[in-house]
């Protein structure tokens, strides 16, 4: 079973433009982590959020975590053609520790 | 540092055939997930071990598929026989366990396709 669901399934977008992308998930949890993945590889871990913060950034990425909403979006900053990639959110659950992931959107950035 | 080592990437066979897929996580990790991912979806938890230990393997199909990880280091899925619904994308991941994060780091994929 998904825990988490990505809005939208698939968002098509200029370079230089920024990318947001939303996870809902249904139960508490401890954290919650973003990964990309490229066609034909293996997800790449970008960023954790725990449970207890807000916000987190890193490079050009910017998480939020909103717990009382069960939310979180991944924002992408100045976005280059080599961030088209799939991106997953996955939780852990509380009181669990195995991580699941949602369906995930589909990025295209075109130059 | 290698990563996590799956082979083989791709595999064809025909239904009711055997196959197995294995997995050299990153060594000194205790933690190793094997995941399904289907086209178009996230991947889906098959089992979780913790050492030479599955700790999670509620969604594992049993009567055609099982799994070890001897020694606690690289693990084996197999599926017997295979059926036409096993095509997908077959991860492994490994993780150290550390501060309960549960961060993982996943090999490239071995692509089955049955037909």
């Known amino acids: 079973s998904q825990q988490g669901e990505e809005d939208p399934q698939a968002l098509s977008i200029q370079e230089g433009e920024n990318a947001t992308m939303n996870c809902s998930y249904k139960?508490?949890?401890?954290?919650l982590q973003w990964y990309r993945q490229n066609s034909g590889r293996g997800l790449v871990h970008l960023i954790l959020?725990?449970?207890?913060?807000r916000e987190k950034h890193s490079g050009r990425l910017r998480v939020t975590l909103d717990t009382s909403k069960k939310s979180s979006s991944l924002l992408i900053t100045a976005s280059r053609a080599a961030d088209t990639a799939s991106y997953f959110c996955?939780?852990?659950?509380?009181?669990?520790?195995?991580?699941?992931f949602g369906k995930g959107t589909m990025l295209l950035v075109s130059p | 540092e290698a990563g996590v080592v799956q082979s083989p990437r791709y595999k064809i066979i025909e239904k009711k055939q055997p196959v197995a897929f294995w997995c050299n996580p990153i060594?000194?990790?205790?933690?190793l997930y094997w995941y399904r991912q289907n086209l178009g979806q996230g991947p889906e938890l098959l089992i979780r071990?913790?050492?030479?230990?599955?700790?999670?393997d509620s969604q594992l199909p049993k009567d055609r598929f099982s799994a070890e990880r001897l020694k606690g280091v690289d693990s084996t899925l197999k599926i017997q026989p295979a059926e036409l619904g096993d095509s997908a994308v077959y991860l492994c991941?490994?993780?150290?366990?550390?501060?309960?994060?549960?961060?993982?780091?996943f090999g490239a994929g071995s692509r089955l396709t049955v037909l």
């Open positions: 959020i725990r449970s207890n913060e």
């Open positions: 071990y913790e050492n030479e230990e599955a700790v999670d």
């Open positions: 139960t508490s949890i401890n954290n």
């Open positions: 991941a490994s993780g150290d366990g550390l501060s309960g994060a549960n961060v993982l780091t």
């Open positions: 996955a939780t852990v659950p509380f009181g669990y520790s195995t991580l699941t």
């Open positions: 060594s000194g990790h205790n933690t």
